[in-house]
């Protein structure tokens, strides 16, 4: 592999992908608890932190500084992260002699102002969280929004961190040679797609190991149309059509996606051929033909209400909660919830001691599952910090600092949470959350585990990935979109109005009809060239 990014391979206008996935307990994200570990700066290759020019010692430290971390979501509307963040930066202050403040992006047009807000480079904000596959990481690296972060610089102001992150992650960092990122790369999380279920039901259904393939999706669908008349299988708001196609090709092919050239993903290799780019939605026409068709069948049963394109008021999530649909659509990380009784709002484990959530996740039947790129959360320092070596001080901290990890991620012990006897977090009954939305260096070796959640179930489904998982392949290609983008708009329209009516069965004529007509108008668009284009690219990166 070439060890390479050429600058002629970056889009100022990348899409914007699958955002972090934040936690419904406050805090950071989801919560996973995985014990992964990593290994030392020994064995990971990275260099030894302690041979550097400058030791921590010899920092000079004596000016007492404000760090600003930038971060999408919204302000807290109570007084609990200021009151954690009393007690973190009299930690920071004693140790590097630093306080940390938090500027929140809105969620509102957020990859808007996020952008604005670095691009004017005027020191508002010193780390910055950041990826690769929805916040613009390489677009902001290529406009100097990022500061270079030399190997010498990290090992000194941030070594544990430097000595944490395997040689070949730093790569995964680099634009044109140089690291701009630090990677989450030491926190298990999925975001794979697929469908939450009554495991319970599907069992009655004599489904006894649970659904495993869409052809069990169908027989779960149509029992609890039969069996439980009082409730919807799936109360979809028929927003998912691209996941559904994608989740079908991945689960009936070795397909591998490339995250970040357009919204249905519809460009990439095979897990036999990465590097050879093809588009599944043009060459694997008898498989979307069976879709189109099952998703007519799905229609027929009743899966969905009959308006499910225009179905808004949907609350599909809170409804499967109570016990009012039989399936959820959305990531494995919703599922670890879903599966939880002590979860909020799971009622269905109340009202029912049988009651069991499982997970039919998308590439079941042919082990096609991609783990999620390391830099889907990763931080930054801006080029315009007027601190960027103590904004790196502070950041080793906070990912590697025992205490000033747990404040900064669950908040302060005895007010927002406790610890139990068996050394799980329990959250403390109507206390207010903190919010940092920490989702750019959390660290599996000092999570503490949710009491809540059900990691029985967790654990098993996480070591299934583990043992058939690819690394996600194309972290270091940065396609260039500019003499392609208009092909891509449309090729995205045309994606978007078909599918919609593949996905749900709300198309007319036969299913052979229709795919032959979202292909032709495919080809109309460009397709084929957008193809060739992304293959001249990969092959200069990769070949």
């Known amino acids: 592999m070439k060890k390479k990014l050429l600058a002629s391979l970056l889009s ?165 040679g140089e690291i701009y990122l630090m990677p989450e790369d030491n926190y298990a999380q999925w975001t794979n797609h697929g469908f939450s279920y009554r495991l319970d039901w599907a069992k009655e259904a004599g489904l006894t190991d649970g659904v495993k393939s869409w052809e069990d999706m169908t027989t779960y669908f149509k029992y609890v149309k039969e069996a439980y008349p009082d409730v919807q299988p799936w109360d979809s708001d028929g927003t998912q059509y691209a996941t559904m196609v994608g989740g079908w090709i991945s689960s009936h092919s070795n397909y591998v996606s490339i995250d970040g050239i357009n919204s249905g993903a519809m460009w990439g290799g095979t897990k036999d051929d990465l590097y050879t780019i093809y588009s599944p939605y043009i060459t694997d026409t008898d498989s979307l033909v069976e879709f189109a068709e099952l998703m007519k069948e799905w229609d027929e049963i009743g899966v969905w209400k009959t308006d499910v394109l225009n179905n808004t008021s949907s609350d599909n999530r809170e ?149 058939i998982k690819i690394e996600y392949p194309y972290g270091q290609f940065i396609p260039n979109v500019d003499s392609i983008s208009t092909q891509i708009d449309q090729i995205n329209e045309i994606h978007t109005n078909y599918m919609k009516q593949i996905a749900f069965g709300k198309y007319s004529g036969t299913a052979e009809e229709i795919v032959a007509e979202y292909q032709q108008a495919l080809k109309d668009a460009g397709i084929d060239d957008v193809t060739a284009e992304l293959q001249a690219q990969i092959d200069a990166l990769y070949k």
């Open 12 to 176: 100022l206008t990348m899409v914007a992908g699958l955002a972090a996935c934040g936690s419904s307990d406050g805090g950071t994200g989801t919560d996973t608890g995985a014990e992964s570990g990593t290994q030392a700066a020994e064995d990971a290759g990275s260099g030894d932190a302690g041979s550097t020019t400058e030791t921590a010692s010899e920092i000079d430290t004596s000016e007492h500084v404000k760090i600003k971390y930038m971060t999408t979501g919204g302000k807290p509307d109570n007084t609990a992260t200021d009151d954690m963040l009393a007690q973190l930066n009299a930690i920071l202050t004693e140790k590097v002699n630093a306080e940390l403040e938090i500027y929140y992006i809105d969620w509102t047009d957020y990859l808007s102002v996020y952008n604005l807000t670095l691009a004017q480079m005027d020191g508002t904000v010193d780390l910055v969280g950041t990826a690769t596959d929805w916040l613009d990481a390489w677009p902001n690296a290529k406009n100097g929004a990022f500061l270079e972060l030399s190997e010498e610089m990290l090992q000194t102001y941030a070594p544990q961190t430097w000595a944490s992150v395997p040689a070949e992650n730093w790569e995964y960092c680099k634009y044109d």
């Open 319 to 467: 409804d499967f909660r109570v016990g009012k649909t039989a399936a959820e659509q959305h990531h494995t990380q919703t599922w670890t919830d879903l599966c939880s009784p002590g979860h909020t709002n799971n009622t269905i484990f109340a009202d029912d001691d049988d009651a069991e959530v499982g997970f039919f996740y998308f590439g079941e039947e042919t082990g096609n599952v991609t783990a999620l790129s390391i830099t889907h959360g990763a931080m930054a320092v801006s080029a315009a910090s007027e601190n960027p070596e103590r904004a790196l001080m502070v950041y080793d901290l906070l990912r590697n600092d025992e205490e000033c990890y747990r404040l900064f991620n669950y908040g302060i012990e005895g007010v927002q949470y406790n610890v139990n006897d068996e050394g799980l977090r329990e959250t403390i009954a109507d206390a207010d959350s903190i919010v940092t939305n920490y989702w750019w260096g959390r660290n599996d070796d000092l999570e503490i585990r949710d009491a809540t959640m059900n990691w029985d179930a967790i654990d098993a489904l996480y070591a299934e990935y583990d043992g």
